[in-house]
């Protein structure tokens, strides 16, 4: 088996976990920017998880052979402060030129404020400016619903924003068609509590074709499962998919979203 | 209809114990609130909502379900007073 981790928090993981994923037949973990667990207090807290994202992690999975890339924003949780918000984007474009920056992300919602909302529209422009594929975070639980509607409409004012260049992240069962129907990718993260079961995802996939869906395990500081992919091809397995069906889930859809970015090239593609 | 899909006596094979399991936890779950003092919040009368929904004959209960406990508003909230979400809208923002 081979996969793609497309939403990997692996700043926050442990070099077992590298390990792990290598021997489950990972061939590439992509990172998007997060919340800490804690607000950063400075812009050049920011600067520096840039720097720990685009020079110091891809080292540290370059050690167990694992090609890292990763996506640059302020995450929602911290976009009350527009403020703050305005210095770190204005950080971002000196490091999309990196040679591992797949574009911007994950950028969205997380209360569904407005000041979440400017913030959105700031690097949605950015992404626009500077033609950069979009990762979108949409919110937890009771907010997901309004949250997912309100990132659509926000990008689907754009011009500038081509739907096939953007996914949506975490889909579940009331918003995966809203995604799917507009266009845009789908992302399903596998959370058994506060997102969605390997079960619950075969199910969506089952129903809409899984051609623009992929799934992820998001895996970060709190409770979260690093080889939850490999659990849902598993899953996939006793469903009755066949082999040639699972690889074109979590392995060729991936590829076919990120290749859309020149650099997102895997050590076969390269040489 | 492709042809590979499990038919019903299959996923009953593959997730009936699973679902019977779950079942049972959350009348469990039910019976402890019941036992416990003290007053109940929004949460038990969203959630008992949505549980109705699992007992609607038609399809899609999971979006339902979920339909039932999200915030059915379409307005941004003035601002941000905390980041985590509970599982269930409290009413109002």
């Not at chain 1, 009350?80 to 000196?94: N, Q, T």
Request: aromatic letters at 8%; charged letters at 25%.
């Amino acid at each position: 088996m081979r996969y793609i981790e497309p939403h990997a928090h692996m700043v926050s993981r442990v070099t077992d976990d590298y390990q792990a994923m290598m021997l489950a037949g990972c061939a590439a973990v992509c990172e998007p920017a997060f919340w800490a667990g804690f607000d950063r207090s400075s812009a050049a807290g920011f600067h520096d998880y840039f720097c720990q994202l685009t020079e110091h992690e891809p080292r540290r999975a370059a050690r167990f052979g694992l090609p890292h890339f990763c996506w640059l924003c302020i995450n929602p949780k911290e976009s009350e402060d527009v403020g703050l918000a305005r210095e770190v984007i204005a950080l971002i474009p000196k490091f999309l030129e990196r040679g591992n920056v797949l574009g911007i992300g994950e950028i969205g919602l997380n209360k569904n404020s407005r000041n979440e909302m400017a913030v959105l529209e700031m690097h949605v422009d950015l992404a626009a400016r500077y033609n950069q594929l979009i990762l979108v975070h949409t919110p937890h639980l009771e907010d997901k619903h309004k949250g997912t509607r309100l990132i659509l409409d926000v990008l689907r004012a754009d011009s500038r924003i081509q739907p096939e260049r953007c996914l949506i992240d975490h889909v579940e069962e009331h918003t995966v068609k809203l995604v799917l129907d507009r266009g845009f990718w789908g992302g399903m993260t596998l959370y058994p509590e506060t997102k969605c079961t390997a079960a619950r995802a075969v199910d969506m996939i089952e129903q809409f074709s899984g051609e623009r869906l992929w799934m992820n395990s998001a895996c970060d500081w709190g409770v979260s499962v690093p080889l939850a992919i490999p659990h849902a091809a598993l899953e996939l397995r006793r469903r009755g998919h066949n082999a040639a069906a699972i690889d074109r889930l979590i392995y060729q859809n991936p590829i076919r979203f990120l290749n859309q970015c020149p650099k997102f090239k895997l050590p076969d593609e390269s040489r | 209809m492709l042809d590979w899909l499990m038919n019903r006596k299959q996923l009953l094979d593959l997730y009936y114990l699973d679902a019977r399991a779950k079942l049972i936890d959350l009348a469990a779950f039910l019976d402890r609130l019941d036992r416990a003092e003290g007053e109940a919040d929004f949460r038990l009368v969203a959630f008992h909502q949505a549980l109705a929904e699992v007992q609607q004959s038609a399809s899609a209960r999971a979006e339902r379900v979920l339909t039932a406990l999200s915030d059915p508003t379409t307005e941004p909230i003035p601002m941000v007073t905390t980041k985590a979400a509970c599982g269930a809208w409290p009413g109002k923002n």
